[in-house]
């Protein structure tokens, strides 16, 4: 399995953005894919997480009623709608797709194969 990342660059606060992730390959019946980011110098860490198998999804405190998490099935492909973005939202968004999981809360030590990760930069 291949996770595609793109739609990042650079917003001014309080922009907006909006990432794709596409799988390809052979992927299970279900499986969930998780929004994850890595700011310079920190660990990374859990965004957005949705469940492929019925659309339930988990947001991390710090983003949640600003970032919004889709998926299209058909596509294997999941988005992240980013709106009122801070410059603390600046780091490489990597996607990545946990098989066979039902759930819809991505462990960042579950999931199975990632991405190669897109720079979001909120700047002035």
């Known amino acids: 399995v291949q996770l595609q990342a793109s739609g990042g660059g650079l917003v001014q606060p309080g922009g907006s953005l909006r990432l794709s992730c596409a799988a390809s390959g052979s992927t299970t019946d279900y499986y969930a894919i998780g929004w994850f980011r890595q700011a310079p110098g920190k660990e990374r860490e859990g965004v957005a997480c949705?469940?492929?198998?019925?659309?339930?999804?988990s947001y991390a405190d710090s983003v949640e009623g600003r970032f919004t998490i889709s998926r299209d099935n058909d596509k294997k492909a999941a988005y992240l709608q980013m709106k009122s973005l801070k410059p603390e939202d600046t780091a490489v968004y990597y996607c990545?797709?946990?098989?066979?999981?039902?759930?819809?809360?991505?462990?960042?030590?579950?999931?199975?194969?990632w991405g190669e990760g897109t720079l979001v930069t909120v700047s002035s």
């Open positions: 990545a797709i946990d098989l066979g999981y039902s759930g819809y809360k991505c462990a960042l030590f579950g999931m199975d194969y």
């Open positions: 949705i469940s492929s198998l019925d659309g339930r999804t």
